[in-house]
């Protein structure tokens, strides 16, 4: 098959505005391309809805076919400066004509960069390895654990999702979810301990009376279940994947101070929380804890792809010449373009529009479940929520068919909405990037209310 050359969408002469829907959707060049993938990439990646990405700016995108949506995805989680960021993009081109790929030879960003991680991160944290993606970094923060220590057991959480390279998968906490069931067996010493997902608290518990989910449990996992040679705990700050699921106040804390009773390495994996997304900087300053190791991603550069792990010398020095580096990882453009990400959200205020932006969204957010029915639970932290969608409030029975529903009708209405995530497939997530406006997000907020009524009648 000889690919048809696409026209391309008339040149904006203005800012994006929207919402705005000129053709049916999907349009006819975004039916040409999704048929092109259709034929020559594998269907390994996820189900979202047929929208073709031609061009980003702040909060709104535009399809190749000049329809322009509302965006609540942040690129999934990405975006938090907003897409095409003026700073940011002219740090791509000046980066572009000077040098890109360094290998692991030093180049004038990627030092720059290790140093500002470790001047706006917790004193103990005080070097920095630049990579390229989230699952480098949780990856290599196993590594780091398992060399320092000299153990090399890992306790990890139920519903935890570390990414999808074999080790990340090793330590993800539901195996039966497509990402991971079938690839087995997985690395050996890892084990799973509750994380309080106290909407569905397979215990039964309440946060006041829970024990189950504290570190006595840990203590008995620990007893049962290992051969107390336990290098690390690994935790998300709040679940991602697993459905926005944030832990109940008092937990974190708890969980630190077992680790440093036991000598335990504390790997926070923000990969999904950092750079303003809950409305602080880092997400694990909501819980007054400090990491060992902090892995971070996605929102770290706000566009190209670069991670990090952020450590405490002690276990840094672990590492010899040739034990761990990445072929793109600190790349002169992704370390400069990830430098002027962080300037950015700071000097932008970006973590503060969040926590404000966000305490609104959520108050109306809330109202909504007061309307619906289908609404079981509404969570949310900064400017990242999770919307968990039942058949009934009484029963808590997930609806996956009304959540698939509820995005569809968020598209035709020019909002974009990733697809569903949680242990069932039955949580909305809601992501705006951190540029947005109160104006901007209320509307958001209105399209959602719109496709709810809608898809909660059904088909």
């Given at each position: 098959?000889?690919?048809?050359?696409l026209?391309?969408?008339?040149?904006?002469v203005?800012?994006?505005?929207?919402?705005?829907?000129?053709?049916?959707?999907?349009?006819p060049?975004?039916?040409?391309?999704?048929?092109?993938?259709?034929?020559?990439?594998?269907?390994?990646?996820?189900?979202?809805?047929?929208?073709?990405?031609?061009?980003?700016?702040?909060?709104w995108?535009e399809?190749?076919d000049?329809n322009?949506?509302?965006?609540?995805?942040?690129?999934?989680?990405?975006?938090?400066?907003g897409?095409?960021?003026p700073?940011?993009v002219?740090?791509?081109?000046?980066?572009?004509?000077?040098?890109?790929n360094?290998?692991?030879?030093?180049?004038?960003w990627r030092?720059?960069?290790?140093?500002?991680?470790?001047?706006?991160?917790?004193?103990?944290?005080?070097?920095?390895?630049?990579?390229?993606?989230?699952?480098?970094?949780t990856?290599?923060?196993?590594?780091?654990?398992r060399?320092?220590t000299?153990?090399?057991?890992?306790?990890?959480?139920?519903?935890?999702?570390?990414v999808?390279?074999?080790?990340a998968?090793s330590?993800?906490?539901?195996?039966s979810?497509?990402g991971?069931?079938?690839?087995?067996?997985?690395l050996?010493?890892?084990?799973?301990?509750?994380?309080?997902?106290?909407?569905?608290?397979?215990f039964?518990?309440?946060?006041d009376?829970?024990?189950?989910?504290?570190t006595?449990?840990?203590?008995?996992?620990?007893?049962?279940?290992?051969?107390?040679?336990?290098?690390?705990?690994?935790?998300?700050?709040?679940q991602?994947?697993?459905?926005?699921?944030?832990?109940?106040?008092g937990?974190?804390?708890?969980?630190?101070?077992?680790?440093?009773?036991?000598?335990?390495?504390?790997?926070?994996?923000?990969v999904?929380?950092?750079?303003?997304?809950?409305?602080?900087?880092?997400?694990?300053?909501?819980y007054?804890?400090?990491?060992?190791?902090?892995?971070?991603?996605?929102?770290?550069?706000?566009?190209?792809?670069?991670?990090?792990?952020?450590?405490?010398?002690?276990?840094?020095?672990?590492?010899?010449?040739g034990?761990?580096?990445?072929?793109?990882?600190g790349n002169?453009l992704?370390?400069?373009?990830?430098?002027?990400?962080?300037?950015?959200?700071?000097?932008?205020?970006?973590?503060?529009?969040?926590?404000?932006?966000?305490?609104?969204?959520?108050?109306?957010?809330?109202?909504?479940?007061?309307?619906?029915?289908?609404?079981?639970?509404?969570?949310?932290?900064?400017?990242?929520?999770?919307?968990?969608?039942?058949?009934?409030?009484?029963?808590?029975?997930?609806?996956?068919e009304?959540?698939?529903?509820?995005?569809?009708?968020?598209?035709?209405?020019g909002?974009l909405?990733?697809?569903?995530?949680?242990?069932?497939?039955?949580?909305?997530?809601?992501?705006?990037?951190?540029v947005?406006?109160?104006?901007?997000?209320?509307?958001?907020v209105?399209?959602?209310?719109d496709?709810?009524?809608?898809?909660a009648v059904?088909?």
């Amino acid at each position: 098959m000889v690919a048809t050359q696409l026209k391309p969408a008339a040149a904006a002469v203005s800012p994006l505005q929207g919402p705005r829907i000129v053709t049916e959707l999907p349009g006819p060049q975004a039916k040409e391309l999704l048929a092109l993938s259709r034929e020559y990439e594998p269907r390994s990646m996820s189900d979202q809805v047929p929208m073709v990405w031609a061009r980003g700016e702040r909060v709104w995108l535009e399809d190749v076919d000049g329809n322009v949506f509302l965006d609540f995805t942040s690129g999934v989680l990405v975006v938090n400066a907003g897409h095409s960021h003026p700073r940011l993009v002219a740090a791509m081109q000046e980066q572009a004509g000077r040098v890109v790929n360094t290998y692991d030879f030093v180049n004038e960003w990627r030092p720059r960069l290790a140093q500002k991680l470790v001047e706006i991160t917790p004193p103990n944290l005080d070097k920095a390895v630049i990579l390229t993606t989230g699952a480098e970094t949780t990856e290599a923060a196993m590594k780091l654990a398992r060399k320092y220590t000299g153990r090399y057991e890992i306790i990890a959480f139920h519903g935890a999702f570390h990414v999808r390279t074999y080790g990340a998968m090793s330590i993800g906490g539901k195996r039966s979810s497509a990402g991971i069931k079938g690839f087995g067996p997985f690395l050996p010493g890892v084990v799973f301990a509750p994380f309080p997902y106290c909407y569905r608290c397979p215990f039964g518990q309440t946060p006041d009376d829970c024990r189950l989910h504290g570190t006595d449990y840990l203590d008995w996992l620990v007893e049962t279940e290992t051969e107390d040679n336990v290098a690390a705990v690994i935790v998300e700050t709040y679940q991602g994947a697993a459905g926005s699921i944030m832990a109940p106040e008092g937990w974190f804390p708890k969980l630190e101070a077992w680790c440093r009773q036991k000598d335990i390495v504390l790997i926070i994996d923000e990969v999904q929380a950092s750079f303003g997304r809950t409305g602080k900087l880092f997400g694990f300053e909501h819980y007054g804890i400090t990491p060992n190791l902090l892995c971070l991603g996605k929102g770290i550069s706000s566009t190209v792809p670069l991670s990090a792990i952020v450590g405490e010398s002690r276990i840094m020095d672990a590492l010899t010449p040739g034990t761990m580096g990445s072929t793109h990882g600190g790349n002169a453009l992704c370390a400069r373009v990830a430098l002027e990400n962080v300037d950015v959200i700071i000097e932008e205020r970006l973590s503060e529009n969040a926590a404000q932006v966000g305490e609104v969204m959520l108050r109306r957010l809330q109202a909504l479940q007061e309307r619906y029915e289908c609404l079981g639970d509404v969570r949310g932290l900064g400017l990242v929520f999770g919307l968990e969608i039942v058949k009934s409030r009484a029963t808590k029975e997930p609806d996956a068919e009304t959540t698939r529903r509820i995005i569809e009708a968020a598209y035709r209405r020019g909002l974009l909405l990733i697809a569903p995530i949680g242990f069932y497939s039955n949580v909305l997530r809601i992501a705006p990037p951190l540029v947005i406006t109160e104006q901007e997000a209320l509307r958001g907020v209105e399209l959602l209310a719109d496709a709810i009524a809608d898809a909660a009648v059904g088909p």
